[in-house]
């Protein structure tokens, strides 16, 4: 993308020392300008609707990854969380099994 704004500036600056080499009438010089200036335009409107293309697509590309990301997350959050759950309710149970030891007959 920055090769293309070298490209215009060259242009711009080929167009106009071509108009002031060329030993032409100032009518022919003028619709030559005129010509150059609306290739130069219409190229740098089309270079920066490109632009504009791939800065959308980045976006959305991130904005894709983001997602994913945040459900990768949330799945293995997850799976730590049922971990954590487990480890708590062997550990009840032993809880559980002491206290009934502690507990007198009646």
């Not at 090769?3 to 080499?21: E, M, R, S």
């Not at 997602?67 to 969380?81: H, I, P, V, W």
């Not at 487990?86 to 559980?96: G, M, P, S």
């Amino acid at each position: 993308m920055i090769h293309k704004g070298a490209l215009v500036l060259g242009a711009i600056l080929g167009a106009t020392a071509g108009v002031l080499l060329a030993p032409e009438k100032g009518s022919v010089t003028r619709e030559k300008l005129k010509k150059e200036g609306k290739a130069i335009k219409n190229q740098i409107t089309s270079d920066f609707l490109e632009v504009k293309e791939d800065l959308s697509k980045v976006a959305v590309s991130g904005k894709e990854k983001l997602k994913q990301d945040l459900e990768d997350f949330a799945s293995k959050s997850s799976y730590k969380t049922e971990q954590a759950i487990t480890f708590l309710e062997k550990q009840l149970a032993i809880l559980k099994s002491k206290n009934k030891t502690l507990q007198k007959q009646v």
